[in-house]
């Protein structure tokens, strides 16, 4: 009992929040609401108007002060789930860790969470090693900005007058290009060791230096992410990989030695010279795409950080005298197989992964029929740019990939002449076309059956 109550005490002085935050004005930081999704305003009226406090919060309002646009918008009230549901038709409840709303307007989804009390041993369920299972006891606003993870993330708009709330010195933190932990950086981490994924995320999309006293402990923590469910390890990868700045998070991620245990193959890929060039161009490539705001598949992504692996299983089964497609299956199973025990990767995503290793084999064939086949596929498209991926990575020739292109966008006689001209000893003579007889008529049946059986019989039809 004793120790339950020193351990109380000492967490209330640790956790401790200035009583009065700082009030900064528009003129100060310079949002207009004008800057926000309209919908995300609109859902803080509509629960203001009910009585209710309600913010934008986090990721949005610091996006906005750095001068990012934001990808999506959350709220924070103090009202409860079944509230804030209450209040909103096209919405729903879900979470089982911590329970959150989920309210739709056309497109556009904010999540809306109830403001959530100091943790407490007592209402909150961990794991042995203090991760936080289960915890939805609802508090205060100050009590909710305690329980963020970093100053920059404890930020709360109001619409209504433009003002942002500052319980942490938040925005001072953004302004001085740093990232800050609430509180003591080793119990939030053991809280949830995701954190340390995001202090890498945000510390390279935001172009923030972490915080010593957040960063020291990271290395020697770093074998908590051992204890994250694979699944959510999966998506707080797709975050980090589809951030935009996937080059520098993988770089950051390599120098506080995180990356051990989330892909591990990877470091046997990036020893690789031809391996380590392709993961390069890969994600620089899908950095480009996501600044361009154009689409970016997961599927594909995987693909080019896994080949390597594939590629040098698949050589050696053939070696061991496995024929070459039933080969390159195993090799993707085996390679998939590994990485599953520490990323969820879905079925879907793990088909289009599969989809386009294995179209790989069939750009080597430019014979025939297989061209014309090859080009009709679904992922014709995305197996070409993985092919391209592995000429510019040297792993072949170029003169493959530009074949190709060509072939796919000419017509048929270009075609034909592409395939009379590939290289030697994979060009075939074009099958000659049989020439149709046409029927005789009844008359010249005739005819035939009064000729001797030995004259030759002429072709009916010129």
Not at 312 to 332: N, T, Y
Request: proline letters at 5%.
């Amino acid at each position: 009992m004793i120790r339950k109550l020193l351990r109380k005490v000492f967490r209330r002085t640790e956790s401790a929040v200035p009583s009065e935050p700082a009030l900064i004005s528009v003129d100060r930081h310079g949002i207009r609401r004008e800057q926000l999704s309209p919908v995300a305003c609109k859902v803080c009226s509509v629960l203001q108007e009910n009585g209710h406090a309600a913010y934008i919060v986090g990721g949005a309002v610091r996006d906005l002060l750095i001068g990012h646009p934001p990808k999506d918008y959350d709220v924070a009230t103090s009202a409860t789930p079944e509230q804030v549901r209450a209040l909103f038709r096209r919405s729903r409840i879900i979470g089982r860790r911590f329970k959150i709303v989920h309210v739709m307007s056309g497109r556009e989804t904010i999540e809306v969470s109830t403001f959530r009390a100091s943790h407490d041993t007592e209402a909150s369920q961990t794991d042995e090693h203090g991760r936080v299972l289960r915890d939805n006891v609802y508090g205060n606003q100050a009590e909710d900005a305690t329980r963020r993870d970093f100053t920059a993330n404890a930020l709360y708009y109001d619409p209504s007058n433009e003002t942002i709330v500052d319980y942490h010195h938040g925005v001072a933190d953004i302004r001085q290009k740093t990232l800050r932990m609430i509180g003591d950086p080793r119990a939030r981490y053991r809280e949830d060791p995701v954190r340390m994924l995001r202090a890498v995320r945000l510390g390279a999309k935001l172009g923030l230096v972490i915080a010593p006293d957040a960063r020291t402990p990271i290395r020697e923590m770093a074998v908590l992410l051992e204890n994250v469910p694979a699944a959510r390890l999966f998506d707080e990868m797709l975050k980090l990989l589809f951030s935009g700045y996937a080059v520098k998070c993988l770089q950051q991620l390599r120098a506080e030695g995180l990356h051990h245990g989330l892909l591990p193959l990877l470091d046997v890929i990036l020893e690789q010279p031809l391996g380590e060039r392709f993961v390069w161009l890969s994600l620089e490539n899908t950095d480009d795409r996501v600044r361009a705001d154009k689409s970016v598949s997961p599927g594909f992504l995987f693909a080019t950080l896994l080949w390597h692996e594939v590629l040098a299983s698949w050589v050696q089964r053939k070696k061991d005298g496995e024929q070459a497609q039933p080969a390159l299956f195993s090799a993707m199973d085996d390679v998939l197989d590994s990485q599953a025990r520490k990323l969820a990767i879905t079925r879907r995503i793990a088909a289009d992964i599969k989809e386009i290793w294995a179209l790989q084999p069939r750009f080597e064939k430019r014979t025939g029929r297989s061209p014309y086949r090859l080009i009709e596929q679904p992922r014709y498209r995305a197996g070409w740019d993985f092919l391209k991926l592995r000429a510019e990575s040297g792993e072949i020739d170029m003169e493959v990939v530009t074949w190709w292109d060509d072939f796919a966008h000419a017509g048929h006689d270009q075609r034909e002449a592409l395939i009379n001209r590939a290289p030697s000893g994979e060009a075939a003579p074009a099958k000659k076309r049989r020439r149709r007889r046409k029927p005789a008529s009844r008359n010249q049946d005739t005819a035939d059956t009064t000729r001797s059986t030995d004259a030759p019989v002429e072709a009916t039809g010129d």
